[in-house]
């Protein structure tokens, strides 16, 4: 008997109740460095959707971080088999990027960011379902918002330590953050920049001034990506973040955002807002290591300018 449970414990892999491949470390070593090192017949990009997937344990407990430091005489478990029990299901909602401490997900049209009624559709709420399901002691916390007809990227914390960091030092934190808009009509310029003060009125419709008029600066970068004699695919660059800024920026300029209903002039060929953030950048609030996410041109944005 001790013969067989030494040829166990020195036996670097192992099948485990034949759903998991078992691991012992021998050396101290980040827990996703010593997958790709170790897991064989699995390429990077599914030891990561494992991982993710919650389909990795360390000594019993699940983990999903991938900078985890093993230490010598752990035993780590990986599944067999795809992880799609735990793993959010949602037209509305895309999972980007998953750790302990937030969650990068790709918005769709239709839902909010956060509850705005009892029966709203919204991020917050559908997140908050995932977690319970898979066993996450935690919550969603808002850290910024899209309009609920904007798609596209967001981050969101999942305590309120993370949610406190990120919200204060947003804009040092986030040093890239662009949406692509089909607008209506064929932009003049290449690129350029618009530069106003913005303030609700009484009816919260935000409109612009070239001074100051008691509302917030904002500044809006511009780069004409391709157009026609009908409509132009922008990509605009937020050097600062209020409240339906390249919505209006876009109006100012003569050229909305097809289909707002709110700044835009009726011009609607696709049957929703034409905006998408499709790039999001920053710097991770505990790490500091960079974090770069993208998401493709939506599909029918493309189809209009071919």
């Known amino acids: 008997m001790k013969r067989q449970t030494d040829n166990f414990n020195n036996e670097n892999r192992t099948r485990h109740k034949e759903e998991f491949l078992t691991y012992n470390v021998t050396e101290q070593t980040p827990l996703l460095q010593y997958l790709l090192e170790n897991v064989k017949g699995k390429s990077q990009t599914k030891i990561k959707a494992t991982l993710k997937g919650r ?114 030092d947003w804009h040092q934190i986030v040093y890239d953050r662009r949406y692509v808009a089909v607008v209506s009509g064929e932009m003049e310029e290449d690129g350029g920049t618009i530069a106003n003060w913005l303030k609700d009125n009484k009816a919260y419709i935000t409109f612009s001034s070239p001074v100051d008029n008691g509302g917030k600066y904002a500044v809006t970068h511009f780069h004409t990506l391709a157009r026609t004699t009908e409509h132009s695919l922008v990509e605009y660059r937020l050097e600062t973040g209020r409240k339906n800024q390249i919505r209006v920026h876009s109006a100012d300029m003569g050229h909305p955002v097809c289909g707002d209903v709110k700044y835009g002039n009726g011009d609607d060929p696709l049957h929703r807002l034409c905006l998408h953030a499709y790039l999001l950048c920053f710097y991770h609030p505990v790490t500091g290591e960079p974090m770069e996410f993208e998401t493709p041109i939506p599909a029918p944005f493309k189809r209009l300018f071919k």
């Open 55 to 168: 389909g990795v344990k360390v000594d019993g407990k699940t983990v999903t971080q991938y900078d985890f430091m093993l230490q010598p005489g752990m035993r780590v478990d990986v599944s067999k088999s795809k992880r799609d029990d735990n793993t959010l299901k949602s037209r509305y909602v895309k999972i980007v990027y998953e750790d302990k401490y937030l969650v990068v997900v790709e918005k769709n049209i239709g839902v909010l960011s956060m509850a705005a009624g009892h029966s709203s559709l919204n991020v917050k709420s559908i997140l908050d379902d995932y977690f319970h399901k898979s066993h996450q002691r935690c919550t969603a916390h808002v850290v910024h918002r899209l309009d609920r007809d904007t798609s596209g990227l967001m981050v969101y914390a999942k305590d309120m330590q993370i949610e406190q960091i990120l919200e204060h």
